[in-house]
């Protein structure tokens, strides 16, 4: 069967798709809310999803990790050195710092330097005192048994916190920031804001009891996400995708499918490159639901989860996929394959819905008119 591909023209405000891509520092407002969007109406929090405890990763990408959500050195990799990643650290070194001598036990003459010496040890050190080591300035000020203690306490904190509001909001804009993306103010709220939650969350577990050592903590996190997954999508999603991209149920259409490239070409998309793919989503999705442009932007803007279940956003879903598994050298490349992919399933999706109309026509024997609204809903 010859398939006929459909292509339309379709223009977007490149300002406005980049807002959507990034809903980051300049436009917090459009960040999506934890608590108002979820996969089936609940917030998922069971389990971390970072990196373990007890890894050879350095103890301040995993306290990153847990922010993000992400097992991924790349992506963790990025946000750290990123403005905002910076910041973050930072603050969370001044946090660890301030609890230590909060809790005491701790030499009076503990510094700055040391807590940063401390961020850069592996994970593991926690588990294994060997690899904390007995010599230097910071073994010399904090012993083993209170670092594992206040690693933990901050690990745990800021798992609590990204199941709220406050903590989801910096975990969001550390996936979205880049190496050359400044610093705004908002940006700076935000961490003072999960400042204000982590540090005396992390006093009361020490003083409770609590941050008693990374390997529990490691253990109960694993345990915790073989007992409860992560958030995942209705079938036919494959699960391998999921885990390797990172869903965010949560996020916006248009942020998950530019994910979707984003993993394709293993590395962030420039503004200009983000710009280029979303053109093309809106140019795809023109062919595959009716509409003018509101309708549109208003459906890549919407939840993922929702957005799926309406027909136009599972077929733009289902090309982009097919699209981004095509070989391509370049972002232009991988723009062109969601434009045909989008037009081909639009074209199949036409002539399925001609046939249908043609076998009614027969079997009332009389030729039926094509309803073409009525395709574009199928």
């Known amino acids: 069967m010859a398939v006929v591909i459909l292509h339309a023209t379709r223009t977007i405000d490149t300002n406005h798709t980049i807002a959507m891509l990034l809903p980051h520092p300049s436009s917090p407002s459009q960040m999506p809310s934890l608590h108002t969007l979820s996969l089936r109406g609940k917030v998922q929090t069971a389990g971390h999803y970072g990196v373990n405890s007890d890894a050879s990763t350095a103890i301040g990408s995993i306290a990153l990790s847990r922010l993000m959500r992400t097992k991924d050195d790349g992506t963790v990799g990025r946000a750290a050195t990123s403005p905002l990643g910076t910041a973050m650290l930072v603050a969370l070194k001044g946090v660890l710092l301030r609890v230590a001598f909060a809790s005491g036990g701790v030499d009076p003459n503990l510094s700055d330097a040391n807590i940063t010496s401390l961020f850069n040890l592996p994970g593991s050190s926690t588990k294994y005192q060997s690899q904390y080591g007995n010599f230097g300035a910071l073994q010399s000020r904090l012993p083993w048994q209170t670092f594992r203690q206040l690693v933990s306490a901050l690990l745990e904190a800021l798992v609590a916190a990204r199941k709220d509001q406050v903590g989801y909001q910096v975990g969001y804009r550390l996936i979205a920031s880049t190496p050359t993306l400044p610093l705004d103010k908002s940006a700076r709220v935000a961490i003072d804001a999960l400042v204000a939650m982590i540090e005396p969350a992390m006093q009361e577990r020490l003083a409770t009891g609590g941050g008693g050592g990374s390997a529990a903590s490691s253990s109960s996190g694993d345990s915790s996400q073989r007992a409860t997954p992560p958030p995942q999508l209705p079938p036919p999603l494959p699960q391998l995708l999921l885990s390797s991209i990172g869903i965010d149920p949560t996020a916006s259409l248009l942020s998950n499918l530019l994910r979707l490239v984003w993993v394709r070409i293993k590395r ?51 090309s982009t996929i097919e699209a981004i598994d095509q070989p391509a050298a370049s972002i232009a490349a991988i723009v062109g394959n969601i434009v045909e992919s989008c037009s081909t399933t639009a074209a199949m999706l036409f002539a399925d819905a001609a046939m249908a109309f043609a076998t009614e026509g027969q079997a009332r024997g009389s030729a039926p008119i094509l309803d073409v609204h009525r395709c574009s809903q199928i």
């Open 268 to 318: 962030p998309l420039s503004p200009s490159e983000a710009a280029a793919v979303a053109a093309a989503l809106d140019e795809g999705l023109s062919v595959l639901q009716t509409g003018g442009v509101n309708a549109r932007q208003q459906l890549l803007a919407t939840n993922f989860s929702n957005a799926l279940s309406s027909q136009g956003g599972a077929w733009l879903w289902a």
